[in-house]
């Protein structure tokens, strides 16, 4: 009976751990500024209870700008808290659609805003993540990239 148990628990915790493995959300992803082009940030995606959230985990900034940013105009739980180590990326449900992902929130810490969320992967690039912030019918999106061992 113990080995039955032991077996149970292995198969158990294999099934989550490739459960989150073949999920292409999770990982990490360098965000792209879609006025500049330039690399901002690495955003880690990580699953909590069904949901995905979004972690600033690296701050790509000039020589001239602020090197510990806060988010002095947040309005929630994250105001005066470091963009490095922030949570931008709330509550995101992945859709019936497919490699979609919406339901959400994300919060830009630079003028501390925070939008409705979605985000979807093309079917022809999985390294390519498109992340769209809008209120009502004005939105704007980003192209954040897969880090990959490079």
Do not use: H
């Amino acid at each position: 009976m113990k080995k039955f148990t032991y077996l149970l628990i292995l198969v158990l915790c294999a099934g989550s751990a490739f459960s989150q493995a073949t999920n292409p959300l999770l990982g990490q992803w360098k965000t792209i500024d879609d006025e500049t082009g330039r690399i901002k940030s690495v955003v880690e995606i990580t699953e909590r209870d069904g949901q995905f959230y979004g972690q600033i985990v690296e701050l790509f900034r000039l020589p001239e700008e602020d090197q510990n940013p806060v988010c002095t105009d947040c309005e929630d739980d994250r105001k005066g808290q470091l963009s490095l180590g922030m949570e931008i990326v709330r509550d995101m449900e992945a859709s019936d659609k497919g490699m979609e992902w919406d339901e959400g929130t994300i919060c830009d810490p630079k003028t501390g805003k925070i939008y409705d969320c979605e985000m979807w992967l093309e079917s022809d690039n999985m390294n390519e993540l498109k992340v769209r912030g809008y209120i009502y019918f004005l939105f704007r999106t980003q192209t954040w990239l897969r880090v990959t061992g490079e």
